[in-house]
């Protein structure tokens, strides 16, 4: 009840008197310190028409380049993780999910998960039915990937 009638003296609601008028307590009430309240990214809410807010695409680029990054250094379960997030955190654009499914394909063959690389490589195909790789710039294990899943396609 104290508490009620210093609240309600604090706001002037009700005229405090007694022993209540000796409380510590200033008549503006204790000072907090509130950290502002800042907005969320828009990274996962898609626009009405489903494509990812503006900002959302560079960041998958940056994260596409990160995991590019780590796949030439022979971090390929890092890349795996990396891209792996991207799916999860963000909406890629029809062009990022393709070079994510190619990435995570080529990634898996180095980590010898041969399913995984032609089931990556699957994903690609639905999205792009004449979807190629090169053949001087890319291992022949990897194409040999994507012929496995053109078969099962």
Known sequence: MR???LWAGLIGLWPVTGSLAASPVSKAGPVRRVAPV???ALAGIPREDGRPVKEDRGRIESRIAAARGQAQKGQYSEAVLSLT???AETQPSLEQQIAIYELLATCYVALGELDL???SFT???RRRPD???DPIRTSPKVRAALETAKSHF
């Open 131 to 133: 979807f190629t790789l």
């Open 85 to 87: 997030k991207a799916f």
């Open 3 to 5: 508490g009620l009638v």
């Open 117 to 119: 690389a032609v089931g």
């Open 123 to 125: 994903e690609v195909l």
């Open 38 to 40: 800042r907005a969320k």
